[in-house]
């Protein structure tokens, strides 16, 4: 199950790079037909964005 494997192992994930620098360290996490969009901060995950993967996610987080 994802959920486990991120409360686990939350670096686990690419870390998601675009063109320009972003403020935080987002990480991606692939679930089925979306893309969840993260941030690990000392001990606590905050999900920030959950997108169809479909989409332009360069465009999506900016």
Known sequence: ??????KQFPYSCKV???????GNEYR???VKNYAVFYVVKE???????????KMDLAK???
Do not use: D
Not at 1 to 6: D, G, N, P, Y
Not at 16 to 22: A, C, D, E, R, V
Not at 44 to 52: A, K, S
């Open 1 to 6: 199950m994802k959920s486990s494997r991120l």
């Open 16 to 22: 998601f790079m675009t063109i320009k620098g972003l």
């Open 28 to 30: 991606l996490l692939p």
């Open 43 to 53: 001990q606590v995950i905050e999900i920030h964005r959950v997108v169809y993967a």
């Open 60 to 62: 999506v987080i900016k």
